[in-house]
C-alpha cells in the first residue's frame, strides 16, 4: 500500500471517531465578562431613510450589545467630533462631488442609539500627528469632548450640549485612545496616551480609559499581548474575521470561544470593516458574523465550566448560567468532516433536557446576500440524551449551541 493511500485510509477512520468530552459542572473556571460581546459602530450612509434607520437600529438591538463603540479603525483618525453636532442643517459637510456627507448622524445621533439599545457607549480618542502643534489641538478636542459628554450643563461645552437637546450629562463611561496609530512609533503613541489620559481625568476623574500604557484601565490589544500587571484587563480592540463568507462566520465562533476562555479579556468589539450588519441604500442582511455572535449572544452564560477531555480539531467551551439552570455548550468543527461528539456530565446537574442550533451552510463559500438573506442561519439540529451524556453529530464546516437543561 502506498503512502498515499495509507494517509488516505488514516484520514477516513478519524472522521468516523468521537469526540468525548467531560463537563465537570462543580468547577468554575471564572466569570465569562459579557462585554466581550461589544460592537463597532462605523457611519451610517447618510442618504438612508428613516425607517431604514429604525431596521437598523432593531438589527443591532438583536445583538444586545453591552457596549458600543464608536468610531474605531483608521477613519478615527479623520474624526472631529465638533462638526458633528449641533442642528443637522448647520453641520459642516464632508467630501465634495454629487453627494457630500451632511454628518446627519453624528456623536449626538450615536449616544441616543447606544441609549436606545442598552448600550455602554466607548468613544475612541484620535491620537493623530507627530506635530507637536496638532497634538496640542488634539489634546484640547479630546478635553472638550469629555466636557460635552459628561461635564455638568454650566460648564462651557454642557451649554452647548444643553442647547442641542441634552441638558443632562451623557456620564460616558469608557473612553479609548486610538490604537490605529500606524504613523507612530510605540513610545510615541505611549507619550501621547501619557498626554491624554490626565487632561480628560481633569476634566472627569471618574472615567476609565483604554489603551496601550500604563495610564490605561483597560489594556487595549489588537492582537494577544499581556500586561505586565497581571491584574489588568484586556480589550481585544478591532478583533476581524477578514472574510465575508461562511469562513468568517467559523473563525468568530472560534474567537469568541477563546475570548470566553481567557480569564484575562474583560471588553472586545470586532473591526468596523468586520461588517455584521451588511447593508444596500433599502435594506439589511446578516453576515455569517452576525449570525454566529447572535446565536452566541442568545446563549451567553457568565460561569465557565471546566471541560476535560480531547477536543481534537474542535474549539469547545461550556458555561453554566448564573442561576444554575442551564449548560451551554458551544461547539465548532472547522474540518472538512462530520465529527460525532459525546459529551458527559459529573456533578451535581440533573440532566432533563437537550437541544442544539447548528449553523451547518455546508460550504465555506456560502454566504447571505439581499436576495438570499438567510442562506447562512441557525436551524434546530439533533441531539440523543442518555442519562448525563448527549451525543450529536457535529456537520462539516459547522458552529453549533447545545443547550443542557435540569
Avoid at 155 to 165: C, F, H, L, T, V
Avoid at 172 to 196: F, H, M, R
Avoid at 220 to 236: A, G, I, Q, T
Wanted: neutral net charge; hydrophobic residues 40%.
Amino acid at each position: 500500500m502506498t503512502k498515499a493511500a495509507m494517509f488516505c485510509l488514516a484520514a477516513g477512520m478519524a472522521s468516523a471517531q468521537t469526540v468525548s468530552l467531560t463537563v465537570n459542572t462543580g468547577t468554575v473556571l471564572h466569570e465569562v465578562d459579557p462585554r466581550i460581546y461589544g460592537q463597532t459602530l462605523a457611519r451610517v450612509d447618510h442618504s438612508a431613510n428613516a425607517a431604514f434607520l429604525s431596521d437598523l437600529t432593531q438589527a443591532v438591538a438583536a445583538l444586545r450589545p453591552p457596549i458600543i463603540r464608536w468610531i474605531g479603525g483608521a477613519p478615527g483618525g479623520e474624526y472631529r467630533w465638533k462638526d458633528d453636532i449641533g442642528p443637522q442643517s448647520k453641520r459642516a459637510r464632508r467630501g465634495s462631488g454629487d453627494a457630500p456627507d451632511p454628518l446627519s448622524f453624528g456623536l449626538d445621533e450615536f449616544l441616543a442609539l447606544a441609549r436606545k439599545v442598552g448600550s455602554d457607549p466607548v468613544i475612541v480618542i484620535p491620537v493623530g500627528p507627530r506635530d507637536k502643534q496638532d497634538r496640542a489641538t488634539l489634546l484640547q478636542d479630546a478635553a472638550d469632548l469629555v466636557e460635552y459628554c459628561n461635564g455638568p450643563r454650566d460648564s462651557a461645552w454642557g451649554k452647548i450640549r444643553a442647547q442641542n437637546g441634552h441638558p443632562e450629562p451623557y456620564r460616558v463611561k469608557y473612553w479609548e485612545i486610538d490604537t490605529e496609530t500606524w504613523n507612530l512609533l510605540p513610545a510615541e503613541s505611549v507619550e501621547a496616551l501619557g498626554q491624554l489620559v490626565p487632561a480628560m481625568r481633569k476634566v472627569d476623574a471618574t472615567i476609565r480609559t483604554i489603551g496601550q500604557g500604563d495610564l490605561a484601565d483597560y489594556l487595549s490589544v489588537h492582537y494577544d499581548e499581556r500586561s505586565k500587571n497581571p491584574k489588568r484587563k484586556l480589550f481585544v480592540s478591532g478583533w476581524n474575521a477578514r472574510n465575508t463568507d461562511w469562513r468568517g462566520g467559523l473563525q468568530t465562533g472560534a474567537t469568541l470561544n477563546a475570548m470566553e476562555r481567557d480569564a484575562a479579556v474583560a471588553m472586545a468589539a470586532p473591526s468596523r470593516d468586520n461588517a455584521l450588519i451588511a447593508v444596500d441604500q433599502s435594506s439589511w442582511f446578516p453576515s455569517p458574523d452576525y449570525v454566529v455572535m447572535k446565536l452566541y449572544r442568545d446563549h451567553f452564560a457568565p460561569e465557565l465550566l471546566e471541560i476535560a477531555g480531547n477536543p481534537g480539531e474542535l474549539s469547545a467551551i461550556a458555561t453554566r448560567t448564573a442561576d444554575g439552570e442551564k449548560i451551554y455548550l458551544k461547539l465548532v468543527n472547522a474540518t472538512a468532516r462530520d465529527v460525532p461528539v459525546e459529551a458527559a456530565l459529573r456533578g451535581d446537574f440533573p440532566l432533563m433536557g437537550a437541544t442544539v442550533r447548528v449553523v451547518a451552510p455546508d460550504s465555506l463559500d456560502a454566504r447571505n446576500t439581499p436576495r438570499q438573506s438567510a442562506a447562512i442561519q441557525a436551524v434546530e439540529g439533533k441531539v440523543e440524551r442518555s442519562g448525563l451524556t448527549v451525543r450529536l453529530r457535529l456537520p462539516r464546516w459547522s458552529v453549533a449551541v447545545v443547550t443542557l437543561s435540569r
